[in-house]
């Protein structure tokens, strides 16, 4: 049995998700916090964290603050 594709929306939500229990599991509860600490427009992370359209430049930054490579981060993901 073929495995159901993610949509577009469902894929950008996961992406979400995963940023912010990485960012969790690093010790910032507050998306503020980490995104000032790591010089990110914090606006531009909450959108991340929301499911937004992101530039793979912006979420490279994050993954690197997290200390995470693109790979790492997308592994299991369909």
Same mark, same amino acid.
């Given at each position: !049995?073929?495995?159901?594709?993610? #949509?577009?929306?469902? #894929? ?7 940023? @912010? +229990?990485?960012? /969790?599991?690093?010790? &910032? %509860? +507050? &998306? ?12 531009? &992370? &909450?959108? !991340? ?5 992101? %530039? /793979?430049? +912006?979420?490279? @930054? ?5 200390? /995470? ?7 299991? !993901?369909?």
């Amino acid at each position: !049995m073929a495995k159901k594709k993610l #949509t577009e929306e469902e #894929t950008l939500k996961a992406i979400g998700e995963k940023l @912010k +229990s990485l960012r /969790i599991n690093k010790g &910032y %509860t +507050s &998306y503020e916090k980490f995104a000032w600490d790591n010089d990110i427009n914090r606006i531009q &992370y &909450y959108r !991340m964290e929301k499911g937004a359209n992101v %530039t /793979i430049k +912006s979420l490279k @930054k994050a993954l690197d603050a997290l200390d /995470i490579s693109l790979e790492e981060f997308f592994k299991g !993901m369909d």
